[in-house]
């Protein structure tokens, strides 16, 4: 089975990957604090801070793999929908 992790980087690749990562996890913690607000704000500023942080980090992703095959019925119908609009987006750079 091929890895689709990125080859190791290192120079200034590797610090931003680390930035973005540190910053996944500030807007995920902003969104945590930010939960008990009036409104819906909490929520997607999480899921905002988590997808920055599963483009950037292997480990997220391998954690998210893992909970997808422990728990498919729970992570289906979040991840589907967003592997579904992450394919239309593939084809669409493809076809233009």
């Given at each position: 089975m091929r890895?689709?992790?990125?080859?190791?980087v290192s120079?200034?690749?590797r610090?931003?990957?680390?930035a973005l990562v540190a910053m996944g996890w500030t807007i995920i913690?902003?969104?945590?604090?930010?939960?008990?607000?009036?409104g819906?704000?909490?929520?997607?500023?999480?899921?905002?801070?988590?997808?920055?942080?599963?483009?950037?980090?292997?480990?997220?992703?391998?954690t998210l793999i893992r909970w997808k095959r422990k728990a498919p019925a729970r992570l289906s119908?979040?991840?589907?929908?967003?592997?579904?609009w992450r394919t239309r987006r593939r084809l669409k750079r493809r076809a233009g």
């Open positions: 890895s689709r992790d990125p080859a190791p120079g200034l690749p610090l931003r990957r680390m913690v902003a969104g945590v604090l930010a939960m008990p607000l009036p819906p704000f909490g929520l997607p500023i999480a899921f905002a801070g988590a997808l920055l942080l599963l483009r950037n980090s292997p480990d997220a992703r391998k119908p979040i991840v589907g929908r967003f592997e579904a």
